[in-house]
Every structure is written in C-alpha cells, then in structure tokens.
C-alpha cells in the first residue's frame, strides 16, 4: 500500500509527538534543577535569660560558600552549585498568644531592627540572606521588637513539611540548579517552636 507524502509527513510528526509526550519529565524537581542538602545550625535565635517590652528578638543565618555535606569528604560551594545565586531565603513566624489565639507580632518598619539582608513581612516573614563578597557567606540579621508582656513563640515551619528544619532555597535563575537546604535549629520544642516570656 502506497502513502501520499502528506499522510507521511502527519505519521512522521504523530510519532515525533507520541516520543516528545513520553518522555516529558514529570518530576517538578528534575524540571526545576532542584538539589537537596543537609547542613545543621545555619539559621539561630539569639536566644537571652529575660525578655523585656521594647527588646528585640534577633534572628540570624551565616551561610558560607563552602558548606560540609554529610557522608562526603569534599566541601559543596554552593555559589557554583547554584550559578552565583544572589541570596538564599527562608520564612518563619513570631507569634504573641492573645487569648486563646496566636497573632503574628507587627513586624513592618519601624518595628524592626534589619542589619543584614533583607525582610519582608504579610502573613509570615520572608528573610533573605544576600552574599557578601568580603566574608565569603550569605548573611541576614533582623530583630522583631517585642511590643508588650506575654507569652510568644516563633517557628520555622512556614512554607515547609519539617518543624525541626528550617528550609533555605537559593533564589537562582531560571536555567540554573535551585538549592534547598534543610537546617536544624537549636532551642525549638518537639512541635517545633521556642517558647518565650516578655516581662
């Protein structure tokens, strides 16, 4: 049986269509040149004995280009991991208990104290730490005054499915690897918050 070159022409890119469709990668991840690591302790409160109305609380993250991994004997530079990446962000919250409810504490200027990196507040804080050249790291340092006496709290769990961790994602372009590294933070509870009293 003999083929026109039209109906050839339609098989040839019904099959090219099939092939392209089968192998399309469904992986949200591999689409995205998303890579995952674990490094403890890049994220800190900057915890003290007594808390007073008016004070800060200080959050902090100190992330260095050479970061140890796990089971390997090479340090991971993640600048070139991610392609020089600017900054890496992550999200967490402070909370005021008001009655039985818990209330993110007003955290819009001036009631912060932004020394490094940048900061953003809605219905969570977003904290970017942004490379300096000179220290070699990623660097973010911003405190949250505390407005008056009460019971407070603040977790990392925003955005993420880990309460111990907090999860830091390199703001990468488009074409270049996505990092994500989860972090443990020290004094969080086993439901993944640090308690606290303001006096």
Request: with cysteine.
């Amino acid at each position: 049986k003999k083929y026109s070159m039209k109906t050839l022409k339609i098989i040839t890119l019904l099959i090219l269509f099939v092939t392209t469709f089968n192998s399309c990668d469904t992986n949200d991840d591999d689409f995205y040149n998303t890579e995952y690591i674990s490094v403890p302790n890049l994220v800190s409160i900057q915890t003290q004995a007594n808390y007073n109305i008016g004070e800060y609380l200080y959050v902090n993250s100190y992330i260095n280009r050479l970061l140890a991994e796990p089971n390997q004997t090479n340090l991971l530079d993640i600048r070139k991991t991610t392609n020089n990446a600017p900054s890496f962000a992550f999200s967490y919250l402070l909370e005021k208990k008001v009655g039985d409810e818990w209330i993110l504490v007003d955290a819009s200027f001036p009631n912060i104290d932004l020394n490094l990196g940048k900061f953003v507040t809605g219905g969570f804080y977003n904290a970017t730490a942004e490379f300096n050249v000179a220290n070699d790291r990623y660097e973010f340092l911003c405190g949250i005054k505390l407005p008056s006496s009460g019971q407070y709290r603040i977790s990392f769990g925003y955005n993420s499915s880990s309460t111990s961790q907090v999860e830091i994602r390199s703001n990468s372009s488009s074409d270049s690897i996505s990092l994500t590294i989860f972090s443990n933070v020290s004094n969080l509870d086993s439901e993944g918050y640090y308690n606290f009293t303001v006096n």
